[in-house]
């Protein structure tokens, strides 16, 4: 056998070898790189560059809405969280009593004589919470920024109202649009806590509906607003309502309608114990630190 048959045939018996084994190797590898972007899309991490939105400690937001009415103003603590899917809305009357440097007033009071932020500091005082943003606007403004929101249906069980009456094995509900959430109100002839119970649970039911339906609606609405309302929330906290509701579109939020444990007094509605806990747990993120805590570690970080 000549040098140059023996060559080429000694090149084609390693070459029906080693390419096989690189076949396999590439297999293997194409396989094992697989398996890890499957692992790393369970795991909710970025694959080839394209992040998905997962809820942070920090997708949540709270703020006092003070509705003013013909009647009296409504103060709606408002809070949206993606973390726990949650809608939380807590109403308190005008006459609602809180503590001040004076002694005592109410939300109505203050917000009259010093404005929404200084109304918001002191309720914020009263059941230990921060409250980090407020606004004030008319009913009929916000329900004109809210006439594309779709209808809702709302619990009337446990309000005294006119023409309603339980039926066996169904609740008494009823069904409206934004706009006739006031007017129903004056209709029902709603007082005091039960006026801004209502309204606070008819607020909800409204919100998740905008959730579910389209993510930006709350904050578009509030972008209608933003000329004809007085608030801390800028075109920054707008975006991040965006964040919040979006990624709330995406899992099954709830509302649970809650009605504020107290008793009018007189002229002024009494918070007890049973309401601020109930505060406190729906908006556990926002609880201040207690005062001795506060000084221990205050104590501890100058040793």
């Given at each position: 056998?000549?040098?140059?048959?023996?060559?080429?045939?000694?090149?084609?018996?390693?070459?029906?070898?080693?390419?096989?084994l690189?076949?396999?190797?590439v297999?293997?590898?194409?396989?094992?790189?697989?398996?890890?972007?499957?692992?790393?899309?369970?795991?909710?991490?970025?694959?080839?560059?394209?992040?998905?939105?997962?809820a942070?400690?920090?997708?949540?937001?709270?703020?006092?809405?003070?509705?003013e009415?013909?009647?009296?103003?409504?103060?709606?603590?408002?809070?949206?969280?993606?973390?726990?899917?949650?809608?939380?809305?807590?109403?308190?009357?005008?006459?609602?009593?809180?503590?001040?440097?004076?002694?005592?007033?109410?939300?109505?009071?203050?917000?009259v004589?010093?404005?929404?932020?200084?109304a918001?500091?002191?309720?914020?005082?009263?059941?230990?919470?921060?409250?980090?943003?407020?606004?004030?606007?008319?009913?009929?403004?916000?329900?004109?920024?809210?006439?594309?929101?779709?209808?809702?249906?709302?619990?009337?069980?446990?309000?005294?109202?006119?023409g309603?009456?339980?039926?066996?094995?169904?609740?008494?509900?009823?069904?409206?649009?934004?706009?006739?959430?006031?007017?129903?109100?004056?209709?029902?002839?709603?007082?005091?806590?039960?006026?801004?119970?209502?309204?606070?649970?008819?607020?909800?039911?409204?919100l998740?509906?905008?959730?579910?339906?389209?993510?930006?609606?709350?904050?578009?609405?509030?972008?209608?607003c933003?000329?004809?309302?007085l608030?801390?929330?800028?075109?920054?906290?707008?975006?991040?309502?965006?964040?919040?509701?979006?990624?709330?579109?995406?899992?099954?939020?709830?509302?649970?309608?809650?009605?504020?444990?107290?008793?009018?007094?007189?002229?002024?509605?009494?918070?007890?114990?049973?309401?601020?806990?109930?505060?406190?747990?729906l908006?556990e993120?926002?609880?201040?630190?207690?005062?001795?805590?506060?000084?221990m570690?205050?104590?501890?970080?100058?040793?």
């Amino acid at each position: 056998m000549s040098r140059v048959r023996a060559f080429w045939l000694s090149f084609l018996l390693s070459a029906g070898i080693v390419i096989p084994l690189l076949g396999c190797v590439v297999l293997m590898q194409g396989k094992r790189m697989k398996e890890q972007q499957e692992q790393q899309v369970e795991a909710g991490t970025a694959v080839q560059g394209v992040p998905i939105a997962l809820a942070t400690p920090d997708d949540h937001i709270a703020c006092l809405a003070v509705v003013e009415t013909e009647q009296e103003p409504i103060f709606l603590l408002i809070g949206l969280d993606a973390v726990q899917d949650r809608v939380a809305v807590l109403g308190f009357p005008s006459q609602t009593v809180i503590l001040s440097p004076q002694g005592s007033s109410t939300l109505g009071e203050e917000c009259v004589q010093a404005g929404p932020g200084r109304a918001a500091q002191l309720l914020s005082d009263t059941l230990q919470l921060e409250i980090p943003y407020y606004l004030l606007v008319d009913a009929n403004t916000l329900a004109s920024a809210a006439t594309d929101w779709q209808a809702v249906t709302v619990n009337l069980s446990g309000y005294n109202i006119d023409g309603v009456s339980a039926q066996v094995g169904k609740a008494p509900v009823c069904m409206l649009v934004a706009e006739q959430a006031v007017s129903l109100l004056d209709e029902w002839k709603l007082q005091n806590a039960a006026r801004s119970d209502m309204m606070a649970n008819m607020m909800g039911e409204f919100l998740l509906s905008a959730i579910l339906n389209q993510p930006t609606a709350v904050a578009d609405a509030l972008r209608d607003c933003s000329s004809k309302m007085l608030t801390t929330l800028t075109s920054q906290e707008f975006l991040k309502i965006d964040r919040i509701c979006g990624l709330m579109n995406k899992t099954e939020p709830e509302f649970l309608p809650q009605r504020l444990a107290g008793s009018m007094n007189g002229t002024r509605f009494e918070l007890n114990e049973e309401s601020v806990a109930l505060v406190q747990e729906l908006f556990e993120k926002y609880k201040q630190a207690d005062t001795d805590e506060a000084e221990m570690t205050t104590q501890s970080g100058q040793e």
